[in-house]
Structure formats: C-alpha cells, structure tokens
C-alpha cells in the first residue's frame, strides 16, 4: 500500500516538541502537579511518576504519534488508513471519532477555564483583585462567575485567539505560535522561580516539593501518579495523534516523546517551586487545590513587594499555557473537516468555533445562570469534565494500545517507531501488558469502582512474578536472535 503523502509538515523537529509540550503544558502542571507532589511524598512521589509516565505516558504517546505518522491525517483518517493497511475492520476508526470528540469537548469547558486567567491578569493589573483574606479573594471569584457577560466575554476571547491561530494553519498559525509563546513561558516560569527564591519560603517551598517521605506512599498515591502521567501528556484526546501526523519521516519518535516528557515534569516542577515558596512565606495552606491560583496567590502578590508586578507574570505565564493547551484541542477537528471535506482552514475553524461557543456558552452559564440546572447531580461544566476524563480518554487510551499492540501487524509499527530490537521488545510488552492494565486501574479508580489498595503486599508480588514470567517468555524469542545477529 502506497503511503499518504503528508498535506503539512513541522518545519522542525522542535516545532512538534514545543507544540506538544505546549498541548501538555497547562492548569494541571501549574497547580495540581506541584500539590499532589507535596502531598503525596515529595520526592518519593516525583519517582513514582516519573515510572508511570515511563509505563504509560512515553509507550502511549509514542503509539499516538506513530499511527499519525503512518496515517498522515486527522485521528479518524490516520486510524482508518492504518487499520486499512492491515485489512483489519475499518470500525477503529470511531476510537479516533471518540478522541477527536474528547479534545473537542474539554475546550468546550477549557476555554471558561482559561478565561478566569485572563480576567485575572487584567484584575492584577488595575487593583481590582484586592482583599483582606482568601475568604475574600473567594468572593471575587464567585462574583466573576456570577456575571454572564464577564465570564462569557472572557471565554469569547480564549476561543477567538484558539481560532484565530489555528486557522493560520500548521506552520504560519500553531507552529509560529509555540515558537515564541513557549520559550516565553519558560522565562517567566523562570524569573518567578527567582522571585520565589527571595521570598522568604523557598527552603518550605522545595522540603514540601521534594522530601523523600516514602510513609505517604500508598495505593492511592500510586494511582493519582498514574492518572496524573495518563492526562498530563494529552493522550486520547486526538492532540498528540493530529500534531504526530506532521512529523516528518527523519524525526526519531522516541527521542521526541521523550524530550516533551521531560520538559511537561521540569514545568511542572519549577511551577512548584515558583508557587509553594511564596504560599509558605504567607502563612496559607498549600493543598488548597484550584482555590491556590484564584485565591491563595492573589492575596499572597498583594502582600509582597513587587506583588502586582509579579501577579501580572504569574496570570500571563498560565494565560499562555492555557493557550497552547487549547490549540491542541481543536486542531484535530479543524484537521478532519480540511483533510476530509476540503473545506478550507479558516472555513474548518470558523464553523467548529461556532459549534465550540454554543457548548462552551452552556459550560459557562453553568455557574450563573443555569447553576440550578443539575441533571443527576451535575451542571453541564461538571458532565463535560467527567465525560472526558473518567470514560473518554481513559477507553481511548486503552482502545489505542490495544489496536497497537495486538491487532496491526508488527511490521507497521516496527517500521514506524524504527527501533532497535530490544527497544521495539520493550515498547510492544509495555503496549500489550503493562500499559492496558495500568490505565485501566486509572479507570476504574476515576469512576470509585477499584476495589483494593494496588500497593498492597501480596498484589505486588504476585504482579511482579507475573510480570517477570511474560516478559521472559515474550522477549526471548525476539531478543535472543537479533542480538545473534539472525
């Protein structure tokens, strides 16, 4: 079969690398990395995470990026055209269908998200976010929420410049974007990790970050390590997949997978480390969740010299990291109408942002005016958040590796990812034994149906004798000969 040529391209290698760091890069990495680190164990915690994305993350991610590769399409398209390759059943295709729609719906509540840092920005900036307590800054926040106008207009400008990016297309729009709004972020991620350091809390700051407490290690520290390294690199949600079929064919697919890896936890941590001094140094609670950006830091700025100042980076540093999460929601829709059905980008973006406003609009009156609108329990920024996160993205992730590791023939894969034997060895046995059982522990326990302590003695040893007896028997017989050189 006659590959598909590639409609775009990355002008470079690091333009994939800034634009998925970018994708990976956002609210979660500035506030809830950094907290579940601390409470967690510190460094114990960074370890065990750092295992997990090796375990599910980098395998994942780097099947996303090759079936993108091999397909050169949106998620549907590269999906059908690799399955197709492999005469398999062409109703794959609808696990791409299911991650484009996943991406499509978190920026349907992202863009109210990202909203509040915007308005922030402006609020730090003209002294109207000031009070005398977090029960204060509270108020402030809900007041916002409560105007529809506010809220909505602020969101209206998230979408906006979404669009407006991504309808520049892949070089002029995402690709120029990241190439200055990531370095940008990392300077100002940077100068505030240096502001930090002066604040008084820094040597707080880095013990709540990184001391080795191995008596918070628990079962369910290990599974908020595995959900955290599943969500934080945007697998299954059509991100990864879309920007992975504009790699070009010379670009190794490990070495770039494990570099976004690396740079999305050395974000996370630096945010750690330019937040938890200056909450110490303040006198506030450092697990305060969401409430830390919206409530905590502001009054903290607003005691410190130079505050409004560094509020001002702050809020800007995390309007750019929402940004470039945002882009990478859409683009694999904007990608789909333009490959698919020939309409053009700028027609693809105008016509998905007007489907994105309408959604986003009910995500936003969610909290003013439809906040007693609560089918089973829920307002509708609650049901797109619990749709995507908990059954979405978690049977997308399975669904790929599955396709991955046991359906497509081994040659396609083999090729794409260009490995040497024992790395290819290593890649299927996590793709086909560790990676479905580890995300679908991230499943059940986001859905509370996980009913044991996955750290407990006596699963670890009979994991461990499980594992060790088919990973033997599975890279013997592809192992042994090539390393005879047969």
Same mark, same amino acid.
């Given at each position: 079969m006659t590959r598909e040529k590639p409609k775009n391209l990355w002008l470079s290698r690091w333009g994939f690398v800034l634009a998925a760091t970018g994708s990976a890069v956002g609210l979660g990495n500035i506030w809830k990395f950094p907290y579940i680190t601390g409470e967690y164990g510190g460094g114990a915690f960074v370890l065990m995470y750092l295992a997990c994305i090796l375990a599910i993350g980098v395998p994942v991610m780097m099947t996303e990026i090759a079936i993108g590769r091999r397909g050169r399409g949106s998620p549907i398209d590269a999906i059908?055209?690799?399955? +197709?390759?492999?005469?398999?059943?062409?109703?794959?295709?609808?696990?791409?269908?299911?991650?484009? #729609?996943?991406?499509?719906?978190?920026?349907?509540f992202y863009v109210v998200v990202a909203g509040w840092a915007f308005a922030y920005t402006v609020k730090m900036l003209d002294g109207s976010l000031a009070a005398a307590s977090v029960d204060g800054m509270a108020?402030?926040?809900?007041?916002?929420?409560?105007? /529809?106008? &506010?809220?909505?207009?602020?969101?209206?400008?998230?979408?906006?410049?979404?669009?407006?990016?991504?309808?520049?297309?892949?070089?002029?729009?995402?690709?120029?974007a990241v190439r200055w709004m990531m370095p940008g972020l990392a300077v100002m991620l940077l100068i505030l990790v240096g502001y930090a350091f002066t604040s008084g809390g820094f040597d707080q700051g880095f013990a709540f970050l990184f001391s080795f407490d191995t008596s918070k290690i628990t079962g369910e520290a290990l599974l908020a390590a595995l959900g955290h390294a599943f969500f934080t690199l945007s697998l299954a949600s059509g991100a990864i997949l879309t920007y992975g079929s504009y790699l070009p064919d010379d670009k190794s697919i490990a070495r770039t997978t494990f570099t976004v890896a690396i740079i999305d936890t050395c974000v996370a941590l630096l945010a750690g480390l330019a937040?938890? /001094?200056?909450?110490?140094?303040?006198?506030? !609670?450092p697990t305060a969740g969401p409430g830390l950006i919206f409530m905590s830091l502001p009054l903290a700025f607003q005691q410190m010299p130079f505050g409004t100042l560094f509020g001002v980076l702050f809020f800007a540093m995390v309007c750019l990291a929402a940004l470039t999460s945002a882009i990478s929601m859409i683009e694999a829709t904007v990608a789909y109408?333009?490959?698919?059905?020939?309409?053009?980008?700028?027609?693809?973006?105008?016509?998905?942002?007007?489907?994105?406003?309408?959604?986003s609009m009910l995500?936003?009156?969610?909290?003013?005016?439809?906040?007693?609108?609560? /089918?089973?329990?829920?307002?509708?920024? !609650?049901?797109?958040?619990?749709?995507?996160? +908990?059954?979405?993205?978690?049977?997308?992730?399975?669904?790929?590796?599955?396709?991955?590791?046991?359906?497509?023939?081994? !040659?396609?894969?083999?090729?794409?990812l260009d490995l040497p034997p024992l790395g290819y060895a290593l890649w299927l046995f996590m793709v086909r034994y560790v990676s479905p059982v580890m995300i679908m522990m991230v499943f059940l326990h986001a859905l509370g149906w996980l009913g044991f302590d996955p750290l407990?003695?006596?699963?670890?040893?009979?994991? &461990?004798?499980?594992?060790?007896?088919? #990973?033997?028997?599975?890279?013997?017989?592809?192992?042994? /000969?090539? #390393?005879?050189? +047969?």
């Open positions: 059908g055209r690799v399955v +197709r390759e492999n005469n398999g059943n062409p109703a794959w295709k609808a696990v791409g269908g299911m991650a484009m #729609l996943a991406g499509f719906m978190i920026l349907c108020q402030i926040f809900e007041t916002h929420n409560a105007n /529809p106008w &506010a809220l909505g207009g602020w969101s209206l400008l998230v979408a906006l410049l979404t669009l407006w990016i991504v309808a520049k297309g892949v070089q002029k729009g995402i690709e120029n937040i938890f /001094p200056i909450i110490f140094a303040n006198g506030m !609670d109408l333009n490959e698919k059905h020939g309409v053009s980008r700028v027609k693809a973006a105008v016509g998905s942002g007007a489907v994105l406003l309408v959604i995500a936003m009156l969610s909290f003013n005016l439809l906040s007693g609108w609560t /089918p089973l329990g829920k307002n509708f920024f !609650d049901w797109l958040d619990y749709l995507t996160s +908990r059954w979405m993205m978690p049977l997308g992730g399975i669904f790929m590796v599955v396709l991955a590791g046991y359906c497509l023939r081994s !040659d396609i894969m083999r090729d794409e407990q003695r006596w699963y670890w040893v009979a994991g &461990a004798i499980g594992v060790l007896t088919i #990973l033997g028997e599975f890279m013997r017989p592809r192992v042994m /000969p090539a #390393l005879a050189g +047969r």
